[in-house]
T-cell receptor, first 113, second 118 residues
Framework: GQQLNQSPQSMFIQEGEDVSMNCTSSSIFNTWLWYKQDPGEGPVLLIALYKAGELTSNGRLTAQFGITRKDSFLNISASIPSDVGIYFCAGPTYTGTASKLTFGTGTRLQVTL | DGGITQSPKYLFRKEGQNVTLSCEQNLNHDAMYWYRQDPGQGLRLIYYSQIVNDFQKGDIAEGYSVSREKKESFPLTVTSAQKNPTAFYLC?????????????????FGDGTRLSIL
């Protein structure tokens, strides 16, 4: 089945730094989703991308839908302590009678003061 | 407020016991999903339902059962056959906008239920 690989797996950054992470697939996706999960909570949708080449922002977050449709990127500018958490990419897959999400392996972000 | 409600937040199960996790949504979403998350891991799909009275197995359905008698409710039962049930369980739902079975609408999640073994 389709797999989504995220990198880096984890990262420590200093408050105020910019962050970049990416998600790659061996198959084409027509939608890319980015979620953030805080400890003990459910994932929250950050950004949804629907078109190849699309660049979308949500506050300090910017995500891009790769031209090849096999990758996506998420950038966080001027990181703050509340950015701590796990970031997941996801894309829908179709089985003929259903639509499911395939999730990436996650990038764990930790911020040092 | 519209959203997805999972209850309870914490649940304990004795050996050999079945337990049921509740998931209710008032978003009028058609599709609902159950995921399992182990510490430091990603999400694995247990069961999903595209419409009322229909559901399908996900990647790790063994030891679990579900029902979808109402559009807004999708309870998950962790049976005694599930030998390693300790995990964080997440419920999600999705609108059918754009096509019930081929929708690219994002899933929205509840706050999860943490299940532990006594």
């Amino acid at each position: 089945g389709q797999q989504l690989n995220q990198s880096p797996q984890s990262m420590f950054i200093q408050e105020g730094e910019d962050v970049s992470m990416n998600c790659t697939s061996s198959s084409i996706f027509n939608t890319w989703l980015w979620y953030k999960q805080d400890p003990g909570e459910g994932p929250v949708l950050l950004i949804a991308l629907y078109k190849a080449g699309e660049l979308t922002s949500n506050g300090r977050l910017t995500a891009q839908f790769g031209i090849t449709r096999k990758d996506s990127f998420l950038n966080i500018s001027a990181s703050i302590p509340s950015d701590v958490g796990i970031y997941f990419c996801a894309g829908p897959t179709y089985t003929g009678t259903a639509s499911k999400l395939t999730f990436g392996t996650g990038t764990r972000l930790q911020v040092t003061l | 407020d519209g959203g997805i409600t999972q209850s309870p937040k914490y649940l304990f199960r004795k050996e050999g016991q079945n337990v049921t996790l509740s998931c209710e949504q008032n978003l009028n979403h058609d599709a609902m999903y159950w995921y399992r998350q182990d510490p430091g891991q990603g999400l694995r799909l247990i069961y999903y339902s595209q419409i009322v009275n229909d559901f399908q197995k996900g990647d790790i359905a063994e030891g679990y059962s579900v029902s979808r008698e109402k559009k807004e409710s999708f309870p998950l039962t962790v049976t005694s056959a599930q030998k390693n049930p300790t995990a964080f369980y997440l419920c999600a739902s999705r609108s059918g906008t754009g096509g019930l079975f081929y929708s690219n609408q994002p899933q929205h999640f509840g706050d999860g239920t943490r299940l532990s073994i006594l």
